[in-house]
């Protein structure tokens, strides 16, 4: 919790106002304003929450200015490292990083749960085979509230518990089942001797046909990415799922809503974007072009995978996805790849313009992915998807804190009204 320690003062139609400050773990001082309009009658104005707190927090810490990424402390490069994506997962479930005894058993529940209800595979077949894979994420993850109804119960500690696990489990396997849908292949089921990573892989990529063996190289570099994307802090997606729960509203609902927020293009989206500029630009002599439209105050063009609302410095997720690219293409034999040599050359040369420079705008986490995700052999429909498979995990923790947080209450922000002042009805012969 954080702590309380002197206020500021807000002196204004001269009355002045104490307004508590609260100081946090790391990071910057807040100034509580919740009594504000009791206390002034005035609202604070922040559209984009630029300068807002919305909650407080145990589970991730950004310093955008530094480009660190802490969860539950530990810096993303080392878990990138060290750990593995469920180890990650129970970090930021259960704040600790588990004895093996405790991840072996977190393992296992989560193996346990990784089919869907067979009854779910009628849903998919009522989309048609062109839709995007997030349209059919969306809609599935959102039934699923219609099939789980015994973890539903967002105030029985056991259900959300059940939920949480479930809702881990059963992504990759939707995701898969999305993706084999819309290539006209049949479902691959899950295995349980496999692990997370390499069952999302075979899930996707084997056929009933003839076996299939995992590329343990390509698992790690998927087990990387989904441990790259696990959380956030308040991301515009994470924020949705909050305000979706903060109605009471059950858990596959509320994380349905966040991977509807989350197929933006200026989140996670991103991924699907930035590959697609890069193959616009197709060659590195043709970067200069698409760096001026970039600046271009009239050209609503950005440069995809850059910039970010938080980070003024590297997003540290993109240095380690940098180096994951270059493993999975040299693996793969690629490592001359066009797009790859494109990422690369448009990264040194918009870090050598001033206007990104100056207005701190570097790679972003979307900005290696795709191309590690489209030399696994991922359509760009699906790298949103997988963003949304890895984000889960955070959705759910950051959802479980909220719904425990005894401060809990239904999320309702307030507006700077500019419409038209009260006026009487006209009827429509005297319009
Ligand atoms: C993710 O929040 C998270 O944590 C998100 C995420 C997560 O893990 O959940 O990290 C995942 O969403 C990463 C971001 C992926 N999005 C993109 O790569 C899309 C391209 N980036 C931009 O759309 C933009 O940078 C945002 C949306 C990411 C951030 O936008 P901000 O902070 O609201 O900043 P802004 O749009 O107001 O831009 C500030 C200035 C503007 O110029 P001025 O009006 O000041 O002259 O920088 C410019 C912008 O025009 N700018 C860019 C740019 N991004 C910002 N110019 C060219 N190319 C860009 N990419």
Request: hydrophobic share 40%.
């Amino acid at each position: 919790m954080a702590e309380d320690k002197n206020s500021a003062t807000l002196s204004m139609n001269g009355k002045d106002y104490e307004l508590p400050i609260k100081s946090p773990t790391l990071g910057p001082d807040v100034i509580d304003i919740r009594k504000l309009y009791g206390q002034a009658g005035v609202f604070t104005y922040d559209p984009g929450f630029t300068s807002t707190a919305s909650c407080d927090s145990t589970i991730t810490f950004i310093d955008g200015e530094k480009g660190e990424l802490l969860h539950r402390g530990y810096p993303i490069e080392q878990l990138a490292e060290k750990s593995h994506y469920l180890e990650v997962c129970y970090l930021l479930l259960y704040g600790e990083l588990p004895s093996t005894a405790q991840l072996e058993d977190f393992e296992s529940r989560v193996t346990k749960h990784t089919m869907l209800h067979e009854q779910l595979h009628f849903l998919f077949r009522g989309f048609r085979r062109d839709a995007p894979p997030m349209a059919i994420m969306v809609g599935v993850v959102g039934a699923l509230s219609a099939f789980y109804h015994d973890s539903t119960d967002v105030n029985d500690p056991w259900q959300r518990e059940v939920a949480s696990v479930r809702m881990i489990a059963k992504m990759p396997t939707i995701a898969a089942m999305a993706f084999k849908y819309t290539i006209g292949q049949p479902f691959i089921y899950p295995r349980n001797e496999l692990d997370y990573a390499s069952n999302f892989l075979r899930m996707c990529f084997a056929v009933p046909s003839e076996d299939y063996e995992v590329n343990p190289i390509l698992s790690r570099a998927m087990d990387r990415i989904f441990t790259l994307h696990a959380d956030h802090e308040q991301n515009a997606s994470t924020s949705t799922v909050r305000l979706a729960s903060s109605s009471g509203a059950n858990p596959f609902a509320c994380i349905a809503a966040g991977i509807a927020c989350l197929w933006g293009p200026a989140h996670g989206g991103a991924n699907q974007a930035c590959l697609e500029m890069l193959r616009e630009i197709g060659t590195v002599d043709r970067i200069p072009e698409f760096i001026a439209r970039a600046k271009d105050k009239n050209d609503p063009f950005r440069l995809m995978g850059f910039g970010h609302r938080v980070y003024k410095n590297f997003d540290p997720r993109a240095t380690v996805m940098k180096q994951s690219a270059d493993e999975v293409l040299d693996l793969m034999g690629i490592e001359d790849n066009p797009t790859l040599q494109v990422a690369k050359e448009l990264e040194r040369q918009a870090l050598d313009d001033p206007y990104f420079a100056d207005k701190k705008l570097f790679p972003n986490v979307d900005f290696y992915s795709g191309i590690i995700l489209e030399a696994m052999g991922f359509p760009t429909s699906m790298f949103t998807a997988i963003f949304a498979v890895s984000r889960t995990v955070g959705w759910i923790s950051q959802w479980k804190e909220m719904i425990a947080d005894p401060q809990l209450k239904i999320g309702r922000p307030r507006q700077l009204y500019v419409g038209a002042p009260m006026r009487d009805y006209v009827d429509i012969e005297n319009r």
